[in-house]
């Protein structure tokens, strides 16, 4: 769940590793061992069978030895499998339901979910090629070179990759959630892992466009030609991203596994989010002539305040949860704001105090812009089918064509 920072304990010899985290991701899940040999010898040809027993344990051996950070070689070998592996959904195929596909959580090792349904399976990896998507973005923007000062510099470069990666990452999980949920039974979806719930899916998704929308404000900060109005907008969407992705969890449940942690994590961006909104409205609202734009602007400049001091405490829970992880250094958006807000909090306050006391019944929290998001999800569409599910090149090899093979499996069982 992002990348590693060594620490050592004080008087222990061993190496304790916590985890930094600026893109979070759900920890990753694998395949585990199963016996897709037994399962489908005999309906289709063996090479096939040997595809997909090949890939998947290529696939389960590389993220196991690295951790998964082998991020190209396994997205490569996820995009091969996905190919052969669609032949199994085919209702034509009648396979289905034949497999039952183990999968395992990276971290310890233990097996979530044994469920036999192909859907299940290619939701499983479009699923884990988001995670990787996402823990790549968090590499990048964690630099290697990292010394641990305090001072974090990404190039512009980097951010805007980020920035790409999470749009894909985004539009892998939405393609879960509209394409792949919907084929696979209630029954079956009762005992899948939670992290494969609809709107934890969501929320994930809507969260990495959240996370790319604050990459984007902080560059805007950056910016000499960004505009005041850019800037509140930004922090707006921000706003609503995070506000969506909360209404998404909230109703999902987060007993087990890293439901909690992630539930943190969305209120501590939540936090952020809604005190960068409030002080770039009020900046806005400070531009106005009258004493009640004065008084609105120095109303958002204390919500944001406020919001500034209990995002931090978010930020505590959050890295406290299970498994526990190390909060990044302040950067981009968010560093800007930790600096700004009490600054200019305190000096508006000071400087219209006076009407602050004279127009009391005006001190209320004026309400946010709403804004249209601009940030969407990559589309994604699954691989070609691989040839090898072609029946006429079953026939070549003198194969069987699968219904056949299905029929007279019928056939016997009625003679019997």
């Known amino acids: ?55 998947r344990n290529r696939i389960a051996l590389v993220a196991d030895n690295t951790g998964g950070s082998a991020i190209t070689e396994l997205r490569q070998a996820l995009e091969e499998y996905l190919s052969i592996l669609i032949g199994l959904t085919k209702k034509e195929h009648g396979l289905e339901n034949l497999v039952e596909f183990k999968w395992k959580n990276l971290v310890d090792g233990r097996q979530e979910t044994s469920v036999a349904n192909a859907w299940f399976e290619l939701l499983s990896v479009v699923h884990m090629m988001a995670m990787l998507t996402l823990c790549e973005a968090d590499t990048i923007m964690i630099p290697k070179d990292y010394s641990g000062s305090g001072f974090r510099v990404v190039s512009t470069d980097c951010k805007r990759d980020a920035v790409d990666l999470l749009l894909k990452a985004a539009g892998y999980l939405e393609f879960c959630v509209r394409n792949v949920l919907c084929c696979i039974p209630p029954e079956i979806k009762k005992s899948m892992s939670k992290d494969l719930q609809d709107g934890v899916l969501e929320a994930i998704s809507i969260q990495a466009l959240g996370q ?52 943190w994590f969305i209120k501590w961006k939540f936090l952020e989010a809604k005190a960068a909104a409030y002080y770039y409205h009020g900046l806005v609202l400070d531009k106005g002539s009258e004493p009640t734009c004065h008084i609105s602007a ?119």
């Open 1 to 55: 769940m992002g990348c590693t920072y060594s620490v050592y304990g004080v008087g222990r010899k061993k190496k304790l590793s916590i985890p930094e985290v600026v893109v979070f991701a759900p920890c990753m899940r694998i395949p585990a061992q199963c016996d897709l040999q037994r399962a489908l010898k005999g309906l289709i040809p063996r090479d096939v069978i040997d595809k997909l027993s090949c890939l």
């Open 212 to 263: 790319g929308t604050e990459i984007q404000l902080g560059l805007a900060i950056e910016s000499q030609k960004a505009t005041l109005s850019v800037k509140r907008r930004l922090a707006c969407e921000l706003l609503i991203y995070y506000s969506q992705a909360y209404q998404c969890i909230s109703g999902c449940d987060l007993s087990p596994g890293y439901g909690k942690k992630h539930m």
């Open 298 to 416: 120095v109303c958002c400049f204390l919500a944001a305040q406020e919001l500034l001091v209990e995002s931090k405490k978010a930020c505590i829970s959050f890295c406290l949860a299970t498994p526990v992880t190390r909060a990044p250094p302040l950067w981009g958006a968010m560093k800007h704001l930790h600096q700004k807000i009490p600054e200019v909090a305190s000096r508006k306050s000071q400087m219209y105090g006076y009407l602050l006391e004279q127009e009391k019944a005006l001190q209320s929290l004026p309400e946010l812009p709403d804004f249209q998001l601009s940030l969407r999800p990559d589309d994604y569409e699954l691989p070609a089918i691989d040839p090898a599910w072609d029946s006429g090149n079953w026939e070549k090899q003198g194969q069987q064509p699968l219904k056949d093979h299905l029929n007279d499996s019928e056939d016997e069982i009625e003679t019997e």
